[in-house]
């Protein structure tokens, strides 16, 4: 706590971000009761208080953006905020040289480079599941990419917009292979790693209360933490996304043989960019940037010849959604290489999948349900015209 012009102020440090509450009386900031003491310190503060508390906290005293004028915020920034994860392997994760990578992180560089017109104006804020909502709808994050599930509590309930699928997902039970179950009947009675923040938890008693079954989750609020208590044997199971399981298996140390992830699935997690509500021209643009990616994938539209495919695509909302017209550049409120940009920063979504998650990547996923529709999948783009 430091002091100016005889007032003490707070200071919360939040991925990079700092916050300012002035202490007008009392232990209320700005008309919201603060559970900080009077005279505590920042570091005590970190002691005492839950990541999760001082996000909600931040929640409370951090101005929200203005709705509506998301992208002119942004625009006047020079940057997206965008919150991903700790560290998901195949959808964000940080090198040792600080560049970040995922299919979550390849989404928020093409929002930038249609929103600013360079891929690279993206400051990417780690976050836990338990902060992104607080982080978005306070104003810290401008867009938020966290394998978030689309789901009608998060929309109706905290108030958030989903652009679109991003990728389709299930949860999923790993296990030891020595000696570890073979079916979710076999984990009844067993302690189950589960982050906190996600709908995992509640799905997962759901899932055992209607099967006649019982379990105890041992909640973590840290996607690195549960796994590192996974593999200390903690627990007899870690549930998440599937595609989580399979990232987190590379970290096993005894190999990722040494864990195998049971075939059931019990839930559908379509992940989805969510943002605050109140703002549609965001929404849309986000919006239309994913399904611009998908389309590109079905019209043969790459990474390396979208700039030729401008002038020679068959079709003709094709080329005006890649700068051939103003048309869609001036109502999305950017200018007309909005599209041709986004592509030629991450290629299209069938490239942005290989390089993170498919053939290309240590996970080697299967596309699945993530294919496009003429391959038997799910990902579809309404027309670009």
């Known amino acids: 706590m430091s002091t100016h012009s005889g007032r003490d102020i707070h200071q919360v440090t939040f991925s990079s971000y700092v916050l300012h509450c002035e202490r007008l009386s009392g232990t209320y900031c700005n008309g919201r009761l603060l559970t900080l003491s009077m005279g505590m310190t920042t570091?005590?503060?970190?002691?005492?208080?839950?990541?999760?508390?001082?996000?909600?906290?931040?929640?409370?005293?951090?101005?929200?953006?203005?709705?509506?004028?998301?992208?002119?915020?942004?625009?006047?920034?020079?940057?997206?905020?965008?919150?991903?994860?700790?560290?998901?392997?195949g959808f964000s994760t940080k090198d040792a040289s600080g560049r970040w990578s995922g299919l979550n992180v390849d989404f928020c560089r093409a929002v930038a480079a249609a929103a600013l017109g360079n891929a690279e104006k993206v400051?990417?804020?780690?976050?836990?599941?338990?902060?992104?909502?607080?982080?978005?709808?306070?104003?810290?994050?401008?867009?938020?990419?966290?394998?978030?599930?689309?789901?009608?509590g998060r929309e109706a309930g905290l108030k958030v917009e989903f652009a679109g699928v991003l990728f389709y997902d299930s949860e999923a039970f790993m296990v030891p292979k020595a000696g570890g179950a073979r079916t979710i009947a076999e984990l009844s009675g067993a302690t189950i790693c589960v982050e906190k923040g996600t709908t995992h938890e509640r799905n997962l008693l759901d899932?055992?209360?209607?099967?006649?079954?019982?379990?105890?989750?041992?909640?973590?609020?840290?996607?690195?933490?549960?796994?590192?208590?996974?593999?200390?044997?903690?627990?007899?199971?870690?549930?998440?996304?599937?595609?989580?399981?399979?990232?987190?298996?590379l970290r096993s140390p005894g190999g990722p043989q040494a864990f195998v992830i049971l075939p059931d699935r019990l839930s559908k997690e379509p992940f989805a960019p969510a943002m605050?509500?109140?703002?549609?021209?965001?929404?849309?643009?986000?919006?239309?940037?994913l399904f611009v990616l998908i389309a590109a994938e079905e019209n043969g539209i790459t990474q390396d010849n979208?700039?030729?495919?401008?002038?020679?695509?068959?079709?003709?909302?094709?080329?005006?959604?890649?700068?051939?017209?103003?048309?869609?550049?001036?109502?999305?409120?950017?200018?007309?290489?909005?599209?041709?940009?986004?592509?030629?920063?991450?290629?299209?979504?069938?490239?942005?999948?290989?390089?993170?998650?498919?053939?290309?990547?240590?996970?080697?996923?299967e596309r699945g349900l993530n294919r496009l529709w003429t391959q038997g999948g799910l990902m579809y783009a309404p027309p670009v015209r």
């Not at 400051?123 to 009608?152: H, M």
């Not at 549960?226 to 595609?243: L, P």
């Not at 592509?343 to 998650?357: A, C, D, H, I, T």
């Open 306 to 365: 979208v700039r030729a495919m401008r002038q020679s695509a068959r079709d003709p909302a094709v080329r005006r959604a890649l700068g051939e017209s103003t048309e869609f550049g001036r109502a999305l409120g950017t200018d007309p290489d909005w599209g041709l940009r986004a592509v030629q920063s991450v290629g299209n979504y069938g490239e942005m999948f290989e390089r993170n998650l498919g053939t290309h990547s240590p996970l080697n996923l």
């Open 276 to 289: 605050r509500r109140g703002d549609a021209d965001w929404v849309t643009l986000v919006r239309w940037v």
């Open 43 to 89: 570091e005590s503060a970190k002691s005492l208080v839950p990541a999760a508390i001082a996000l909600f906290i931040i929640s409370w005293i951090a101005p929200p953006a203005t709705a509506g004028d998301t992208l002119a915020q942004i625009k006047s920034r020079g940057t997206l905020r965008c919150g991903v994860s700790e560290g998901i392997v």
């Open 207 to 249: 899932h055992f209360a209607a099967n006649g079954l019982t379990v105890t989750p041992l909640i973590i609020d840290s996607a690195m933490e549960v796994v590192d208590a996974f593999f200390a044997g903690r627990c007899k199971a870690y549930m998440s996304d599937a595609s989580q399981l399979a990232a987190a298996r």
């Open 123 to 152: 400051t990417f804020i780690p976050l836990k599941a338990s902060e992104r909502f607080p982080a978005l709808q306070s104003g810290v994050i401008d867009l938020l990419l966290r394998n978030t599930t689309w789901t009608l």
